[in-house]
């Protein structure tokens, strides 16, 4: 089904306003931990949702584009979101190149499997974190993405039927 020039403007400002309010959502701290280690990524849950269902025409120059402004905009060194985005991506395509995912619990594994990879690569190409890196941490804000993810998830599910 061929989509229309109404229906991908309205797409891309509902992930537009998914974009901004997980940049907003990063820099908020978590109420239940208080501790400076633990926090959800909300963009590489997103970045993956943006993949894995809505299809989008994405070239690596896009990509890149995407993570240095995701960079530029959360502070981080520059780079770091661009190189993640990049390697989720290469992740995704090997993915879908082997095995068919039609039904959305394949979709949900997929999602899943890519969040948590993309957190481990984040982890590892953030020189603040990396000094801090431990493997309880990294489970824990991985399992924490994994959920911010699952939400996305659920969110763009919902809005396509």
Known sequence: MKKTQATMKKELQVTSFFYILAIILSHLPLLLLNNSFYHVDFLIPLFACILVLEKH???????????????????????????????I???????????AFKTNMQKLGLLIFITFFGVFVESLTNIEELNNLA?????????????????FFLIMSLKRS
């Open 57 to 87: 025409v994405l070239t690596l120059f896009k990509i890149f584009l995407f993570g240095l402004l995701t960079d530029l905009l959360l502070g981080s060194t520059l780079g770091v979101y661009a190189l993640s985005f990049l390697l």
């Open 89 to 99: 991506f290469t992740v995704y395509y090997f993915f879908i190149q082997f095995i």
């Open 135 to 151: 493997i309880n941490h990294l489970i824990i804000n991985s399992l924490l993405s994994s959920l911010a993810g699952g939400f």
